[in-house]
């Protein structure tokens, strides 16, 4: 097999609609659909010093809250406002995750319940706080479909490394499950596209896919830029019709601000906890025409666990996706369940930068 199939077939059929990617690749192999998330830019990333606000211990303790007194929000500026705080606060992450793969119980039916099955990636990764920043990945499993391959599945291991401008692979073992074998180490100088295929295992299994500040991987914006663009849009273009609606919620846990963005294309809609750092604890996107009489989400994010971290941030360890749209090669509806968990997480803390590569 080739360096590529083991970074491949990232996670089976996920598609984010608008922000991810989707790439199918002809290799025997691999995967036959294959996320592909560009979470980093590779034109060069600036030097960052740290701030003077980085906690000198990685950890605080169990049950501290985040802001204690929660403004009343009303607008989607005020929205942008506080994610953008809230971005600008974490700075590095290390986060000893994994995340696992149901498939559909019953083909086409969404209704129909999920089946586990051995796919998956468990990794540890230490990482900058920006989408197109550099980070060091060790992977000790990823587990995918084999298609058209002698086993179901193809299981790999290895190292990943990014400084910001070159990005290098380093193969540790690989095979069918239960029958891996010690390969390389190889470290080229990797293509882009190995990069574009291990980032997205990465972002499920490190949890970035549900945090603001790796929101829009496709054009490497945090969510506060990401609907600064939307909003902006929306001013430019006023002859296309676009809502941004904004509402609270009461809940027994506290306060959650709604917001919901809708064109002619696409209704999106996320949950935010501000007393809680302004963490995502809900999202939901679907194409805005209805079908059948229903309108259906394509995509739902539910984030149940938040970790309390240095500097008011909140860092997801428990959360799942559900991708439910659009169909694969062989015309079925494309259904994935990824379940999320994170046995450790450090945010802000100097052990953390000191592991993540710095530009030459």
């Known amino acids: 097999a080739s360096v590529v199939s083991i970074v491949a077939g990232g996670l089976g059929a996920l598609a984010w609609?608008?922000?991810?990617?989707?790439?199918?690749?002809?290799?025997?192999?691999?995967?036959?659909?294959i996320l592909l998330i560009v979470l980093f830019q590779y034109q060069g990333v600036p030097a960052r010093a740290a701030p003077a606000s980085a906690a000198p211990t990685p950890q605080v303790a169990p049950g501290q809250t985040g802001t204690a007194l929660v403004p009343a929000i009303s607008t989607v500026e005020q929205i942008i406002t506080a994610l953008q705080a809230a971005e600008n606060r974490v700075q590095n992450v290390f986060v000893d995750g994994r995340v696992e793969e149901d498939t559909p119980a019953i083909p086409n039916d969404r209704n129909g319940g999920w089946n586990t099955s051995p796919m998956g990636f468990v990794v540890r990764a230490w990482f900058d706080g920006r989408v197109d920043g550099p980070?060091?990945?060790e992977v000790a499993q990823h587990i995918n479909q084999w298609t058209n391959g002698a086993a179901p599945y193809w299981e790999s291991r290895y190292d990943a490394i990014y400084d910001g401008r070159?990005?290098?692979?380093?193969?540790?073992?690989q095979g069918p499950i239960g029958q891996t074998r010690t390969t390389g180490p190889f470290v080229p100088g990797s293509p882009t596209s190995d990069l574009?295929?291990?980032?997205?295992?990465?972002?499920?299994?490190?949890?970035?896919?549900?945090?603001p500040n790796f929101w829009n991987s496709d054009s490497k914006q945090s969510l506060s830029a990401y609907l600064r663009a939307r909003a902006t849009q929306q001013a430019a273009r006023p002859d296309i019709p676009m809502s941004f609606d904004v509402r609270?919620?009461?809940?027994?846990?506290?306060?959650?601000?709604?917001?919901?963005?809708?064109?002619?294309?696409?209704e999106e809609s996320w949950r935010?906890?501000?007393?809680?750092?302004?963490?995502?604890?809900?999202?939901?996107?679907?194409?805005?025409?209805?079908?059948?009489?229903?309108k259906l989400p394509e995509i739902q994010m539910n984030i149940a666990d938040l970790l309390p971290m240095p500097d008011g941030v909140w860092?997801?360890?428990?959360?799942?996706?559900?991708?439910?749209?659009?169909?694969?090669?062989a015309g079925n509806l494309r259904q994935s369940r990824f379940r999320y968990t994170a046995a450790q997480v450090i945010v802000n803390s100097p052990d953390v930068?000191?592991?993540?590569p710095a530009p030459p």
């Open 17 to 33: 609609t608008r922000f991810l990617l989707i790439a199918r690749v002809g290799v025997a192999s691999l995967a036959g659909i």
């Open 135 to 137: 980070f060091r990945m």
């Open 166 to 173: 070159s990005f290098s692979l380093i193969t540790r073992a």
């Open 196 to 211: 574009e295929r291990t980032l997205g295992g990465f972002s499920l299994a490190a949890g970035t896919a549900f945090t």
């Open 248 to 266: 609270t919620e009461s809940t027994p846990a506290g306060q959650i601000v709604c917001l919901t963005v809708t064109d002619p294309v696409l």
């Open 272 to 294: 935010f906890d501000p007393a809680r750092g302004w963490a995502i604890v809900g999202f939901q996107s679907h194409r805005a025409m209805v079908i059948g009489g229903e």
């Open 315 to 329: 860092y997801p360890s428990r959360a799942q996706y559900i991708q439910q749209g659009g169909s694969d090669h």
């Open 353 to 356: 930068a000191a592991r993540i």
